[in-house]
């Protein structure tokens, strides 16, 4: 079974600040992978999406890469603004079945 | 739509009764799916429609959940005889194909709290 760890669970950085969210998947054969962000009492917003012949996406300050041999993603922000508050997720697609699984999200707190 | 819209946003219902959940997706997208997310747990698979395909669904957690989806548009899921453990935020999703190569795209959710 499929299980993601998403780390650290919490994280709180001052403004300004560069940092990095880890996702890891027991199972190594993903096929893409989603990074999503989740405001409190909102749904979810796709942020960047790794397709099957690529390693990484950008848009605009953010970076996320995928390292399928490994089964391992990292998020980059770059200089970090309060307005990134939120809970960053990040979902595999393993193409044996339909399921997007999710990890439990990083609560990010960016100080002002 | 703009988006995918999800009714009600909230909903506070006793246990034993049923309830009912609607999505209406992206106009166009195919692929539709339900999650269940409760607080501080990840995102919970549910169910998932593709087209004209037979449904998946394989996280349904017991047989008083079901769902359907008419016209290959808005979908509905029931949940009978609920219980306090149903009490959840419950997602739908959309893609233009299958989440394998499309972006998905959420719903604001509907809360359910079973007293």
């Known amino acids: 079974k499929q299980e993601v760890t998403q780390i650290p669970a919490a994280l709180s950085v001052p403004e300004g600040e560069n940092l990095v969210l880890n996702c890891s998947f027991t199972?190594?054969?993903?096929?893409?992978l989603q990074w999503f962000r989740q405001d409190p009492g909102k749904g979810l917003t796709s942020l960047l999406l790794?397709?099957?012949?690529?390693r990484e996406q950008t848009s605009g300050r953010l970076n996320a890469s995928l390292d399928k041999s490994s089964g391992r993603s990292t998020l980059y922000i770059a200089a970090s603004q309060p307005g990134d508050s939120a809970t960053y997720l990040c979902a595999g697609y393993g193409g044996a079945t339909n399921k997007l699984i999710f990890g439990t999200g990083t609560l990010l707190a960016v100080q002002p | 739509g703009a988006g995918v819209s999800q009714s009600p946003s909230n909903k506070v219902t006793e246990k034993g009764k049923d309830v009912e959940l609607r999505c209406d997706p992206i106009s166009g997208h195919t692929a539709l799916y339900w999650y269940r997310q409760s607080l501080g747990q990840g995102l919970e698979f549910l169910i998932y429609?593709?087209?004209?395909?037979?449904?998946?669904k394989s996280g349904l957690p017991s047989d008083r959940f079901s769902a359907e989806r008419t016209g290959g548009s808005v979908s509905t899921l029931t949940i009978q005889r609920t219980q306090q453990e149903d009490s959840a935020v419950y997602l739908c999703?959309?893609?233009?194909?299958?989440?394998?190569?499309?972006?998905?795209?959420f719903g604001a959710g509907s809360r359910l709290t079973v007293l």
């Open positions: 199972d190594s054969a993903i096929y893409n």
């Open positions: 999703a959309s893609s233009l194909y299958g989440a394998g190569a499309n972006v998905l795209t």
């Open positions: 429609f593709q087209g004209n395909s037979a449904p998946d």
């Open positions: 790794i397709q099957s012949s690529q």
